[in-house]
């Protein structure tokens, strides 16, 4: 169905985009943006249609359930600073770590590890590796990158929070082509992994940036300023958490390990056992537990784990009294309130684009005239324009999905075509929401790393666009020839590989700077967190 606003339909997403990226004023631009499409929606001012957006944003159960855990989340990395537990790891990373290289490869091994879900993800990997990221400095920039290109991508291609969403958006494809003799679900998204080649080559792209320590782009300007000026942020930005700032130094004289690893133990099982749990019914196997699961109750069961572990081993290090310990849950609190309002107008603007129905318009001007030996490329680009313009991964596939299935079925009659356009759709909402300063995950992602927003976006930025053009050029290759996507996937690492030390040299010569920064820092650099 198409948007009756017509073309006035991407104009307050794509507002509140150019604004935020322009200004760096993220708060400001998401606000503009929800306004100008109450504008276009009423036909007047807008400004009650404006808030009842954003009160309908904040009214969804799930969004309700996210900003719970992350402000539980927040009091848990306060707890876990206060305890002295991250000044603990950091000082047992250093000793190991003791270059950016190695870090950041913990970083990207911490992040494929973690799969079972994006959020959790962003938030365990920047909380554990900020403080050693710092210390080496690495720009929070590069950090935030390392996090947010290995947590949907990841999540999106494994057993996770994803997965029953993409397996009923899957079967929800067939039946409105009114194919009832399909394979099962299951089997297609199996099958649909290798055409899911943003994420797949996302995640290589990461391992190539992180071995051979060269950069492009702003992300070049970046690790060039965190490297000779100790400053791991923009002298100006306005970092999504500042932890240090905010709560001071730790209430404890001697920093313990236990009080760092115990509670991010606490949240990872307790996260994944009541994952189980929500999914559990009788006679279910682990996959249907899985498939099934409520994977936001999960994560507010597992933060709040978390905090409470941060009141039981205040007690029992005589650290933190009971007062200590519930002044640190409410500080932590505070934490979060940037990234909080920041995800409500995500939402908003989310609320906006439904309204206006900005999804089917997009989907509705490119229409059933696909080239077959192109689809699956175009596909991928019309995925990633709608994820950008929306901001929601989730969203984007649940758009393209029911619209995409029975327009490759009517053109191909063709099972395995079906295939790739689930996995072309699935890796372009990815791509789009990498690049997009209002996606949930891009905020969470600077969050937890203590990056600014805008800074992590226009950084990375030119990476994600580099592995999109790559994934984009493999499917023309795979549309016209036919040629295993397993074996175009390595052709695409070779391809990364070589933009990336092209692209670097260029740059930095451009710049008249040196394509890699030194891998291990000066005798008596101190970074800071300005």
């Known amino acids: 169905?198409?948007?009756?606003?017509?073309?006035?339909?991407?104009?307050?997403?794509?507002?509140?985009?150019?604004?935020?990226?322009?200004?760096?004023?993220?708060?400001?631009?998401?606000?503009?943006?929800?306004?100008?499409?109450?504008?276009?929606?009423?036909?007047?001012?807008?400004?009650?249609?404006?808030?009842?957006?954003?009160?309908?944003?904040?009214?969804?159960?799930?969004?309700v359930r996210i900003l719970v855990f992350t402000l539980l989340l927040g009091s848990g990395v306060a707890m876990v600073w206060n305890l002295g537990g991250s000044n603990a790891v950091r000082d047992w990373a250093i000793a190991r770590l003791d270059s950016q290289r190695k870090a950041g490869a913990v970083a990207w091994g911490l992040g494929v590890v973690l799969f079972f879900d994006d959020y959790a993800n962003t938030a365990i990997v920047g909380s554990a590796m900020k403080d050693v990221s710092d210390h080496l400095q690495i720009s929070r920039e590069k950090l935030s990158y390392i996090v947010d290109s290995t947590a949907a991508p990841v999540a999106t291609l494994g057993i996770s929070s994803w997965v029953a969403f993409q397996l009923s958006l899957i079967s929800d494809g067939y039946e409105a082509a009114g194919v009832a003799d399909h394979p099962p679900a299951f089997e297609v998204f199996l099958n649909s992994i290798p055409f899911?080649?943003?994420?797949?080559?996302?995640?290589?792209?990461?391992?190539?940036?992180?071995?051979?320590?060269?950069?492009?782009?702003?992300?070049?300007?970046?690790?060039?300023?965190?490297?000779?000026?100790?400053?791991?942020?923009?002298?100006?930005?306005?970092?999504?958490?500042?932890?240090?700032?905010?709560?001071?130094?730790?209430?404890?004289?001697?920093?313990?390990?236990?009080?760092?690893?115990?509670?991010?133990a606490v949240l990872i099982a307790v996260t994944i056992a009541s994952a189980l749990w929500t999914g559990y019914s009788p006679g279910a196997s682990l996959m249907d537990m899985v498939t099934n699961a409520d994977f936001a109750s999960a994560l507010i069961y597992g933060s709040f784990a978390m905090v409470v572990t941060g009141f039981v081993l205040g007690k029992l290090y005589g650290i933190l009294t009971l007062g200590e310990a519930t002044d640190t849950t409410i500080d932590g609190f505070g934490l979060m309130l940037t990234a909080v309002s920041i995800l409500v107008l995500a939402w908003g603007i989310g609320e906006v684009v439904s309204a206006l129905q900005t999804g089917e318009y997009v989907a509705g001007v490119v229409g059933e005239s696909f080239p077959v030996a192109i689809l699956p490329a175009l596909v991928l680009m019309l995925a990633a324009f709608i994820a950008f313009s929306t901001g929601t991964s989730w969203g984007t596939m649940g758009i393209l999905t029911p619209i995409v299935i029975p327009v490759a079925w009517s053109l191909t009659g063709d099972h395995t075509i079906i295939a790739a356009m689930v996995g072309v759709i699935f890796s372009g909402a990815i791509f789009g929401d990498h690049s997009s300063p209002i996606s949930d995950t891009t905020v969470l992602s600077s969050t937890f790393t203590g990056a600014d927003l805008i800074d992590h976006v226009r950084t990375q930025l030119y990476y994600a666009v580099t592995v999109g053009a790559v994934a984009v050029a493999l499917l023309v290759v795979w549309g016209v020839t036919r040629i295993s996507p397993l074996l175009l996937l390595p052709v695409g690492a070779v391809l990364l590989v070589g933009l990336v030390y092209g692209l670097s040299e260029i740059d930095a010569s451009r710049k008249g700077l040196e394509p890699v920064v030194a891998d291990t820092p000066p005798a008596g650099s101190a970074p800071t967190d300005d």
């Open 196 to 264: 899911n080649m943003y994420s797949i080559l996302a995640i290589v792209m990461v391992a190539i940036i992180v071995a051979t320590g060269r950069d492009y782009g702003e992300m070049l300007d970046a690790e060039h300023r965190s490297w000779h000026t100790g400053q791991v942020s923009r002298e100006d930005a306005r970092p999504m958490q500042d932890v240090k700032s905010d709560l001071g130094e730790p209430n404890a004289e001697d920093a313990r390990l236990v009080n760092f690893f115990v509670p991010i």
């Open 1 to 63: 169905m198409a948007s009756e606003f017509g073309v006035l339909s991407i104009v307050p997403p794509l507002l509140a985009i150019v604004l935020a990226i322009t200004t760096r004023k993220a708060v400001l631009s998401l606000f503009i943006g929800i306004w100008a499409g109450a504008v276009i929606f009423t036909g007047g001012l807008g400004v009650v249609q404006t808030f009842e957006w954003i009160v309908a944003a904040v009214a969804g159960e799930f969004h």
